[in-house]
């Protein structure tokens, strides 16, 4: 079954900061990764996905993720972290005709 | 474009009373889903919809029902509401299938149950 972890419920960086959020996957088949976000009392919205194309992918608001696939990794960063970058932040992996998503960690930002 | 919308958006309710959460997309989506949110346990889907007419049960479904009469619409029901399903309860749809591209989520509708 496939299946992602996020490590760290909790991330803690100051503004300006390099930004790093780990997602690690399990899939029996090439996956489907994506990365949404969750802004306070908001629904979510898609941040990038991996399906394949490229093992680089760039999303909105400055973030990248790289498929890695000798580490089953799919970790998201983010050079230089912005205040209106805190939220939760969730990693996906394509099941059956929906998602399974990670417990989610959420971003603190601090001045 | 109103994109996914959800009414409502809070809702308390006593053990053993009953509701049903709408949900209404104008993407002419295909596949619509219902997801419960908790604390430290992501999202989990309840149920989902391929297409007008079909549902079909998501990883954790009982003590909730579901109908697609209309493409736009996707109803989630609770017949008798038990404390375990105060949650934070969101919509999504996709033109796909929503495992491999992008699905549209709603802002959520938070129940409690007394």
């Known amino acids: 079954a496939q299946s992602v972890t996020q490590l760290g419920s909790h991330v803690s960086v100051s503004e300006g900061a390099l930004v790093l959020l780990r997602c690690n996957y399990s899939?029996?088949?090439?996956?489907?990764l994506f990365w949404y976000v969750q802004y306070p009392n908001q629904g979510l919205q898609l941040l990038l996905k991996y399906t394949s194309a490229a093992t680089l992918v760039k999303g909105i608001n400055g973030f990248e993720a790289e498929f890695k696939k000798s580490e089953t990794s799919f970790h998201l960063t983010k050079p230089s972290a912005h205040m209106s970058d805190a939220a939760e932040y969730f990693c996906?992996?394509?099941?059956?005709?929906?998602?399974?998503f990670g417990k989610g960690t959420s971003l603190l930002v601090t001045p | 474009n109103a994109g996914v919308t959800q009414t409502p958006k809070f809702r308390v309710l006593k053990t053993g009373q009953s509701m049903t959460l709408l949900c209404a997309q104008d993407?002419?989506?295909?596949?619509m889903y219902w997801y419960r949110q908790d604390p430290g346990m992501g999202l989990r889907l309840i149920h989902y919809s391929v297409g007008e007419g079909t549902t079909a049960k998501g990883e954790v479904p009982d003590g909730y029902n579901v109908s697609r009469l209309k493409k736009q619409n996707f109803l989630l029901g609770l017949e008798s509401a038990a404390p375990s399903q105060t949650s934070v309860y969101f919509c999504?749809?996709?033109?796909?299938?929503?495992?491999?591209?992008?699905?549209?989520f709603g802002p959520g509708t938070r129940l409690t149950v007394l």
């Open positions: 993407m002419n989506h295909e596949y």
């Open positions: 899939s029996s088949v090439p996956p489907y």
């Open positions: 999504a749809s996709s033109s796909v299938e929503g495992s491999t591209d992008t699905q549209y």
């Open positions: 996906a992996v394509g099941a059956g005709y929906a998602l399974n």
